[in-house]
């Protein structure tokens, strides 16, 4: 599984997730996914709720993540645990 980088926005009713495009041909063009999730709950008791995916190339991806970055927005890991199927 490829790694995802996350951000959280200061009121952490936020995150971005930005994670390579697995079907991206090496190469050619590399496109990532930058994922936007809602928190719910107490941070860390229950995944976000993806609300929005896109795919851009990784050039514009760096630039979004750097914008949040000097927006407010800091980095964070997965810390939700997945429930069990």
């Given at each position: 599984?490829?790694?995802?980088y996350?951000?959280?926005?200061?009121?952490?009713?936020?995150?971005?997730?930005?994670?390579?495009?697995?079907?991206?041909?090496?190469?050619?063009?590399?496109?990532?996914?930058?994922?936007?999730?809602?928190?719910?709950?107490?941070?860390?008791?229950?995944?976000p709720?993806?609300?929005?995916?896109?795919?851009?190339?990784?050039?514009?991806?760096?630039?979004?993540?750097?914008?949040?970055?000097?927006?407010?927005w800091?980095?964070?890991?997965?810390?939700?645990?997945?429930?069990?199927?």
């Amino acid at each position: 599984m490829e790694k995802s980088y996350w951000l959280i926005n200061s009121d952490k009713t936020e995150v971005k997730r930005f994670k390579k495009n697995d079907k991206s041909i090496n190469g050619v063009f590399e496109y990532i996914f930058v994922d936007t999730g809602k928190i719910i709950g107490a941070l860390g008791n229950e995944p976000p709720i993806m609300t929005t995916s896109i795919s851009v190339d990784i050039d514009l991806a760096r630039e979004i993540y750097e914008r949040l970055l000097s927006q407010g927005w800091r980095k964070t890991e997965e810390i939700w645990t997945r429930k069990k199927s």
